[in-house]
């Protein structure tokens, strides 16, 4: 009797106390699916299950939209309509290089629609390295296991005479041909939503372990059989076989976007290896990237959400390189149409990524980094410009100027092996020149910029406000990028100057950021609750904490720390109002900060999402760790609507990932990092120095939120930031959790001009 009342007692220290859970294959709690049950009036993260490696050139994924349409896979959907090889990076920018196949049993209907399956979640598996679906309509079982360029794919048939294989081309001019001596598909697709030259193809390989029973090519809607090529508008190739029960066939699939030749060099990626292997390989590789991070922790819904924002965090920007035949890295270039040596990247936009994502990476994947920096110095070569929002090349989207971000902070922070002098050069002809055919890239407005100190609102250029902040801001970068260069006074002091510039549109008056006019009066009437306008999807109450460099001068500005932070609890205490009257209708990102009773406040974009820690210069960081804490509990989960909004290419995930650490990078091109509130017990950050970072809260929990007290390496640490060199060193950081906060005096300004 006493055994068993010992043995209840235990089981109810460790439900009391928690057993913590040590993540030894931080993959097996990746969700893929997160994100995916999204529309365009209401984002819950606006993404699709990534099939892929990290930082991969190809993306697989299931197809459940129609052909073109940006929302290629909603969780919502009862019809897969292929699996698709996709280089989307959102919805909302759409895809390129796309085409996609679909076993097909019994019936010869082949088109999209024809073709559909239905499906249930109940038997689907989506990891980020493997993904598994039951296709009903043809009691067909198909796998894909990716590499980064090649893909293997494996399916399983019922017994049948009329087992058959799409490859849908795309419209928009597409080409297929089939080898029946090689059972092999080779062609091309042109699919794209703009960003290309006019010689762009992504070419396409296809090889099978299984003789053909039947070939046939589809032209505009037309089958042929016997047909084995065909080039139009809409090229679609059919292969057929004879399978027992159970037979698998395997296919091995690769892509380039270089020639043909190319794409059977990707090919390699697979050869000679079993589905299963490929499999294993990529397990792997997912477990060592998402491993970087060890968490340790007792709530298992917690480990998931963090280790699926981590996979997002390492999704893009994606590689648009491949290796020629003697291992060097060569890529197609979307900016010229040559092909040309190097590294490069593409798919994310800098107006989201500058602010956690790429310092993420800087701290935890350098390496790969100092590659995609390599990337921007040959995009710059390539086209005269960095790119603002590259899918693959320059596209119209967002504004600012924030390549100067993502280069400052990865120099600053101790990357190089790459040419830095020439992306000097760039930042600096970029912040001087716009692109002639892209207006996002470079800066729209610079001449009125350059001479008034804002762009103003009344020269019929939208956004003007939001423009002139992030200008601001990215002379900042570019000033201190130049110093650490050692660049001189002189060819430093525009930028110095200019970085103050975030004043000039600050209206004393409503102690907001206001669109201002060419003749230096404000904007009238003024409505901060507007979107839009002279703001970029968000409002004034959202914009004016754009000063990621300046947070003392802002204060001034406002009257000083005590109204500073009462402007910081009004955005939580104001009602969720607005004004869509600039769009027309209510976009989704502002439904998507109505809803989650948070205020003004509106976590789901990007502009407001470093606001949150900027208590920490005003002397109440508690009220940091307060609200930190409540975005994660309320506003992140893995599950299908596990966002508040746009998960917008790692962003809205390495917000998680940083917040979870404990600390978060406001200021990208400084080497600090305000810290919040650790979300987990333990966490340990394997450094490629070699160096481990130990993260340590015994006493977290949901009720103990507010941090007590800091020591690091056994030390008293008075601080509430932490330097880069700081974390490289390897340090052991320790917080005292509780219930109740505790007051410390703000902190002065760490980002004061020299």
Known sequence: MK?????????????????????KNPVDYVSTL??????????????YPAIALPWGMNFWTPQTGKMGDGWTYTYGADKIRGLKQTHQPS?????????????????????????????????????????????????????I?????????RFTYPQTDEAYFVVDAFDKGSSVTIMLDKRTIVGYTTKNSGGVPANFKNYFVLRFDHEFSFVGCIEEGKLSEGKTSATSNHAMAVVGFRTKRGEQVNVQVASSFISDEQALRNLKEVEGRTFDEVKTEGRKEWNNVLGRIEVEDDNIDHLRTFYSCLYRSVLFPRS????DEQGNPIHYSPYNGKVLPG???????????????????????PSMNEKMQAGL?????????LPEWASPGHRDCMVGNNSASVVADAYIKGLHGYDIETLWKAVVHGANAVHPTVSSTGRKGFDYYNRLGYVPYNVGINESVARTLEYAYDDWCIYQLGLKLGKSAKELKPFKLRAMNYQKVFDKETGLMRGRNEDGSFQSPFNPFKWGDAFTEGNSWHYTWSVFHDPAGLAKLMGGYDKFNAMLDSVFQLPPIFDDSYYGFTIHEIREMQIMNMGNYAHGNQPIQHMIYLYNYSGQPWKAQYWVREVMDRLYTAQPDGYCGDEDNGQTSAWYVFSALGFYPVCPGSTQYMIGTPYFRKVKIQLENGKTVTIQAEKNNKDNRFIQHITMNGQPYPHYYLEHEQLLSGPIIDFTMGNKPAKYEAITSPFALN
Do not use: C
């Open 3 to 23: 055994r068993s009342l010992f043995l209840v007692f235990l089981l109810l220290t460790f439900i009391t106390n928690g057993y913590a859970i040590t993540v």
């Open 34 to 47: 997160v994100g995916s049950a999204s529309k365009s009036e209401l984002s819950t993260g606006n993404t």
């Open 91 to 143: 919805p909302w920018i759409n895809d390129y290089g796309q085409f996609s196949i679909m076993p097909v049993v019994g019936k010869k209907v082949f088109d999209e629609e024809g073709r559909a399956s239905w499906f249930s979640h109940k038997a689907e598996t989506a990891t980020p390295y493997y993904y598994k679906v039951y296709l009903a309509d043809y009691d067909v079982t198909a796998e």
């Open 145 to 153: 296991s990716p590499t980064s360029r090649a893909a293997a794919m």
């Open 320 to 323: 648009f390189y491949e290796f």
């Open 343 to 365: 590294y490069l990247f593409t798919d994310t936009g800098f107006w989201d990524t500058f602010r956690s994502l790429f310092p993420l990476l800087n701290l935890v994947y």
């Open 377 to 385: 110095v040959n995009a710059y070569k390539e086209s005269g410009f």
